[in-house]
């Protein structure tokens, strides 16, 4: 059974970095695209970053010019490279993947687009 696991996450002053990574285990099937998405307490989970199996990215007004979605495929794992964190980044952050065909459209950050899920990593960024 395939499965993602994140990992990276921690506690950072505003203005650190942290990289996440995100690995695919199990069966790796081919996916469509595959995103980070992030939660904070209190609120609902939003779309981050999103990247094509092909490589066109897409982010989030909010962390654009900061953060940097990748990925390699012949390791099977994401990545999320987020420069100059704020306090407001602190969240928790959650890797997906799109591995089935959707017959109807998603948006790119709509959570319906994806049904793989890693159980996520804690961001915290302290002023």
């Known amino acids: 059974q395939e499965e993602l696991v994140e990992s990276g996450g921690g506690s950072v002053q505003a203005g650190g970095s942290l990289r996440l990574s995100c690995a695919a285990s199990?069966?790796?099937?081919?996916?469509?695209?595959k995103a980070w998405f992030r939660q904070a307490p209190g609120k609902e989970r939003e779309g981050v970053a999103v990247?094509?199996?092909?490589?066109?990215?897409r982010y989030a007004d909010s962390v654009k010019g900061r953060f940097t979605i990748s990925q390699d495929n012949t390791k099977n794992t994401l990545y999320l490279q987020m420069n100059n964190l704020k306090p407001e980044d602190t969240a928790m952050y959650y890797c997906?993947?799109?591995?089935?065909?959707?017959?109807?459209?998603?948006?790119?950050?709509?959570?319906?687009?994806?049904?793989?899920w890693g159980q996520g990593t804690q961001v915290t960024v302290s002023s």
């Open positions: 199990g069966h790796t099937s081919v996916t469509y695209y």
């Open positions: 997906a993947a799109q591995s089935r065909f959707r017959s109807a459209w998603y948006g790119y950050f709509d959570q319906m687009r994806y049904n793989m």
């Open positions: 990247i094509a199996d092909e490589g066109t990215t």
